[in-house]
């Protein structure tokens, strides 16, 4: 081996080749395609079905207590119901979520080594209930190429299109604009929106400028997702990731979990001032 090849393998790999590395190693290089081409893509089997379950408790119990009311997950008829939110500190096992390979693996591609968990937070579809209209999750922002928000949509039961279905417009990444008319925010009236149907443990992750929402429920029983949203690490999150850790849940993780949370950003600091010390474990990563 030469001189140049040992210091090439001795150094550590670039943002780039790491990045493109798992995406090798986990086999994604057609998902990393398809999310350019049409703005989403869907892992099969990305969760093992016992995982899907205890998240589907969990879900259900949180928000059976903020309904108010006992919910059924294959019976309910009652209407709307709450949603969940603040996932990540309702139980670990939401903690092993934010860390799928798959989904992560896909994240950083879109958004950087340096990404950051912004929320975990389940929409949950009733009969009878709301039905969202198509949008962006780069709500807040000014949409680009590439992208500063995605989100990972775990189905927790079962999608079809009757039953609440993710919906979405491919290509739509490409306008760089929002749905604006009552006709291009419907689902049911924009003749280029599809139902993603897939299997529990199944996974779609969607770039934040894709046109999405979900399909009207029309049977009894509950719709239950998981919404995992990223972002870089200068956009505020959605929930106070940061703001909740505990020394408990960084010492049952792998190091790169406090990076996750945004534990090691300088950002927000007060009087005393930034601390750059945290800087050094994302040196070299901010891409």
């Known amino acids: 081996m030469s001189e140049a090849a040992?210091?090439?393998?001795?150094?550590?790999?670039?943002?780039?080749?790491?990045?493109?590395?798992?995406?090798?190693?986990?086999?994604?290089?057609?998902?990393?395609f398809e999310l350019e081409e049409q703005g989403y893509t869907v892992v099969p089997d990305a969760i093992p079905m016992d995982m899907v379950e205890h998240m589907r408790e969990v879900i259900i119990a949180q928000v059976s207590e903020k309904t108010g009311k006992q919910l059924d997950l294959h019976a309910?008829?009652?209407?709307?119901?709450?949603?969940?939110?603040?996932?990540?500190?309702?139980?670990p096992i939401f903690e092993k979520l934010a860390q799928n390979a798959y989904t992560v693996a896909l994240?950083?591609?879109?958004?950087?080594r340096s990404m950051v968990l912004s929320t975990i937070y389940s929409h949950v579809r009733t009969k009878g209930g709301p039905v969202p209209q198509l949008h962006t999750d780069q709500w807040t922002l000014q949409l680009s190429n590439p992208v500063s928000v995605a989100v990972a949509n775990y189905a927790l039961v079962d999608y079809k299109r009757d039953l609440g279905a993710f919906a979405v417009v491919p290509g739509s990444n490409q306008w760089l604009r929002r749905p604006v008319s009552e006709e291009e925010r419907s689902v049911e009236t924009n003749p280029d929106c599809i139902p993603l149907e897939m299997k529990a443990g199944s996974v779609v992750v969607c770039?934040?400028?894709?046109?999405?929402?979900?399909?009207?429920?029309?049977?009894?029983g509950l719709r239950v997702n998981a919404a995992v949203a990223y972002c870089r690490p200068?956009?505020?999150?959605?929930?106070?990731?940061r703001e909740g850790v505990t020394q408990e849940m960084l010492d049952r993780n792998p190091p790169e979990f406090a990076d996750l949370l945004g534990v090691n950003n300088f950002l927000g600091f007060g009087r005393e001032g930034p601390d750059f010390g945290k800087r050094k474990p994302l040196l070299g990563r901010f891409d």
């Open 107 to 112: 994240m950083r591609y879109l958004l950087g």
């Open 76 to 91: 309910w008829d009652g209407g709307n119901v709450r949603e969940g939110c603040y996932l990540l500190y309702e139980d």
């Open 234 to 241: 200068y956009i505020r999150t959605q929930e106070l990731i």
């Open 6 to 32: 040992v210091l090439a393998e001795a150094r550590e790999p670039t943002s780039r080749e790491y990045v493109f590395g798992e995406i090798r190693r986990l086999g994604l290089e057609q998902n990393v």
């Open 207 to 220: 770039a934040g400028s894709t046109w999405h929402a979900a399909y009207e429920r029309k049977a009894p």
